[in-house]
């Protein structure tokens, strides 16, 4: 659904800390906490995560999955896949 790197990038680019994410989508601070010191794919309760993701949409954030295409316009940040380094 969205991972820990694109929740830091997202309240990063809407220029919000975790206290406002938490405000925002409802959740308490520790639960964003939580998500961001995960490793990958955030888990946790659906609801949290959809209210959080939510949020971030209403916040003006559009979170795009792996291969997928925004198609709403506007400009928009993504990560690469890591080269893979060969020995």
Known sequence: MITSAQM???????GIDQRTLAELAGVSLPTIQRMEASQ????????????????????????????????AGGRGVRLKQPLVKTA
Do not use: F, Y
């Open 40 to 71: 990958g794919t955030v888990r946790g309760v659906v609801e949290s995560l959809t209210r959080v993701v939510d949020a971030l949409d209403a916040a003006g954030v559009e979170l795009i999955g792996d291969n997928a295409q925004s198609l």
């Open 8 to 14: 830091r990038a997202a309240r990063a680019l809407v």
